[in-house]
């Protein structure tokens, strides 16, 4: 398959190598990222529940179309700037899903104005209060989905809070439009192998299903019932009762995925380049430009059983030394060495070779970085370059 | 004085106040930006040394402007993206403080080539050699500073290292041209206490000022002897023999420099505006939109005598709240709370509230946003929005 350069920046016309990039610079291996959507959606589609991926991962339009359904859809978001993005790009349907804001509301019914089904969350009676007033204001019923703590890891009304849920579903189903329930199972990034994941998957499932329920019994809508974490995702047996699953990262995988276990370092698809610019061979250093500000300043593993530092230092094929990281990173210097501990030894790397650094947090690391260089597996031929943007 | 605005984002053309602004984003107090720049200008003009403001906090011409010597610089930046955009803003004097790659000498020379004096630096007989064959290659001298290790803490020639300072020294005046020596005293992070400070200002002195004796000994040119960190530039007791300091973060100071000292919580211009999304009062949690993505990853002050979490909380004036802050953070939630072994209360918060998050480290949190929206201490009003940009 041909891979369409959507809009090159200028500087990159005429690059055609990993070796012509200008560094630091983020690379994308499509076959591995490929290979990561076709593993869940294989999985999903076995189970009969439909992947609304969470594009807050790649903020990419032309990964989006790639892992979507259909060019529509569906989809989640994480700001109101991948949503007008990603509609600006024909995608219809999606849940922004973080607590709405009274004041974002109106820049939901200006998209939603746009033919496009923006559906927001919420967890209080306050918010849901806002809602109806919108919809009021803006002479359109705003749709609504009720956030479900599942572990009290962030966010939700709990589903033995039955009064607040009907409460809020009630509001909703007067002055807007109730659409549901969702989860997200923040702790299973704790890891603790596949039994664990399989319990936090049942307590994702079990409490939306009780909150549909509710609902359901009192007489109101509850259309979608959506669970999800890339861990869950990959690990829950039974998905009864839930219409969809939400997952972001699983798209790219990263350090941390694997250090629990929910993927192999080798499925990782994100690595940033780097040319090395110096050494203290005394201190068994090399000396990149890949600092904090191209690798993020994500330490996700340093509370996992192996520390990555600030990331996997791999050749520019992208196959991993063993035991060789960033062990250290300032703002545009990253440090490379063995890992404590073990008896690794330094690649042979001269000044101007070039490494590729896997990440410790796919979305964190993808987020200092405006291009994905797409790249085959183990090819340096740069195929595309596809735009990312940030912001709110 | 007034603020001019240079490129306001088509959504914030109407924008005049924090209530009015989409959130998060970036807040900058620019009466605490001008007063942390008199000071340490101040300081620096009673020593009779030039002030070279390393531009990588900011990335934004405006507060460049604000804080060089004069339009043309000098100023220190950290990639080649950074030079490219002072350069255009009419910035002539610049040093890229981080050792020069020798892919990227090419961009040197194309911007030498447009009348802009960038220096680069460099540790290694190979960039040395690599600067002299791009010299050759381009037809000019590229000019280059010998960086000096004053603290083992990363990068550098130790000055006792005289036969490699010599022959890169060598190398450089033969086919290119020895700008001088550089140092930072990177260690200065750590703290310590004004005692501390005042010692590594002097190691750093002492480095550089013994790099250019041996230099000039040997008959080589060296006209800039170029020390700097925010830390030591406020502490140095001393800086004979020295030309000019580098200082990045001064400028906006932030939560990792008030924990060692070298300012106070009260000084840091910059902070994050954020939006209360929710509760979960059985825990004391108030839930913003002020998420990593926002705040950055930075946990710097997780190893200081206070952590700060991901940030300290201060209502919307600026004013912050007595051991309230940032104690977790996902991509798009932030977990507001009361420091842990604190009596603290925490404020009465409802939703859509707004409150405004000061940054562990102002280069890192900056750098997550396109634009500074510009106020006065204690104004709500929005005088000017400030562009900045990323990349390399």
Known sequence: MSLATIEAPSRLTTVTSLEALETPCLVLDVDRMDRNFTRLRSRLDGMGVSLRPHLKTTKSIEVARRIMNTPEGPATVSTLKEAEQFAAAGVRDMIYAVGIAPAKLARVAELRAEGVDLVVILD????????????????????????????????????????????????????????????????????????????????????????ARILREAGLPCPLVSVGSTPTAHHAKDLAGVTEVRAGVFIFFDLVMAGIGICEVDDVALSVLATVIGHQREKGWIITDGGWMSLSRDRGTGKQAVDQGYGLVCDIDGTAYRDIIVTDANQEHGIIAVRPGTDARLPDLAVGDRVRILPNHACATAAQHAVYHVVRRRSHVVEACWPRFGGW
Chains 1, 2 share one sequence.
């Open 124 to 211: 209080t009676v306050e918010q849901a209060t806002a809602v109806a007033e919108a919809s009021r204001d803006a002479g359109m019923r705003i749709p609504a989905m009720i956030e479900i703590d599942c572990d009290g890891h962030r966010s939700g009304v709990m589903p033995a809070n039955r009064a607040q849920l009907l409460e809020i579903g009630q509001l909703l189903t007067a002055g807007a439009d109730l659409r549901g329930v969702l989860t997200h199972a923040g702790d299973s990034y704790k890891g603790g192998g596949v039994e664990a994941q399989q319990r936090y998957a049942e307590a994702e499932r079990l409490a939306v299903v009780e909150a």
